[in-house]
């Protein structure tokens, strides 16, 4: 490790923490199974396989690609997906709270993006920047706006000047509010959406495992959990089978749908809408 990564230091800031970080074997723990639809998997199989060939990316002189944007709604494994290139590269994933580096600092945003992107040039890393879109809300008014022109700026000159010690990801739910000029320095992006019928079926047999099962509990649950996130689907599944426990009894399809009705998931689009 060179001079630069042995002095490289994330910042931080007052109560929040900026940036996390999370060693590689941290993020295998975290990555149990991820369902991704098959287009994405091959994008992320690509990626992983380039990187491995580096040398000869080089030979040909073909620059390497390292900058990873991901959309899509809540819930659908963005998250997860760069805990999983982490875990596979075996390197350290860094997560960045763009929200906490943004509007607690008046004046230091722009210092304080700078310095977490010199680490990740010094250090081999996955810098992970979550609810990117948090740069493009520039909805505030009077200093807010002049200093989050500034820290859209700052971004795109790091971005510039990336180089290729670490991966960039970036996660956000608002495709649309991105400034293009962003949007432009990713080589890799993909795109979530929730689980159709099949990756529905399969994330549910994951989350089952070994559990005693009703017959018909499962496709119980497959209907019933059609429209929710796979962040949903989990939670609601981890309550059934709470209840089987209790209950003392397989999993049955009762228990699917009491918990699918006390956790109530809010349909995505309305909690989008809601938010914005
Ligand atoms: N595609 C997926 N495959 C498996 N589990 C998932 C998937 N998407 C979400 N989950 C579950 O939901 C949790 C939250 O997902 P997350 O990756 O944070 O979603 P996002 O970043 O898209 O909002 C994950 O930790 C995981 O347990
Ligand atoms: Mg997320």
């Known amino acids: 490790m060179g001079k630069s990564a042995m002095t490289a230091r994330l910042p931080k800031s007052k109560g929040t923490e900026m940036a996390t970080v999370y060693e590689a074997r941290d993020c295998t723990r975290k990555v149990k199974h991820l369902v991704l639809p098959e287009r994405n998997q091959r994008i992320v199989q690509e990626f992983m396989q380039i990187l491995e060939m580096r040398e000869e990316f080089e030979q040909h002189d073909v620059p390497i690609p390292n900058k990873v944007v991901m959309y899509g709604p809540p819930g659908t494994g963005k998250t997860l997906t760069a805990f999983h290139v982490a875990a596979s590269l075996g390197l350290p994933l860094i997560l960045v709270r763009l929200d906490a580096l943004i509007h607690s600092h008046l004046g230091e945003t722009g210092s304080n993006i700078r310095k977490i992107f010199d680490y990740a040039r010094a250090v081999p890393c996955v810098l992970f920047l979550d609810e990117f879109d948090a740069v493009a809300r520039t909805r505030e008014s009077g200093d807010e706006v002049k200093e989050m ?59 089952i495992g070994e559990f005693g099962c009703q017959n018909g509990a499962e496709a119980e649950a497959c209907r019933l959990l059609g429209g929710c996130s796979f962040a949903d689907i989990e939670q609601i599944v981890l309550k059934a089978k709470r209840k089987a426990i209790i209950d003392r009894q397989p999993l049955h399809a009762a228990h699917v749908s009491l918990s699918y009705e006390e956790y109530a998931p809010t349909p995505t689009e309305v909690r989008m809408q809601s938010q914005a």
């Not at 700026?153 to 990336?162: A, G, K, P, R, W």
């Not at 400034?179 to 549910?204: C, G, K, S, V």
């Open 149 to 207: 022109a500034r820290a859209v700026n700052t971004l795109l000159q790091c971005l510039d000047e990336f180089g290729d010690v670490s991966i960039f990801m970036a996660a956000t739910n608002l495709e649309t509010e991105l400034d293009p000029a962003i949007w432009r320095r990713f080589d890799t992006r993909m795109t979530y959406q929730l689980p159709n019928e099949q990756d529905r079926r399969h994330y549910i047999r994951l989350l």
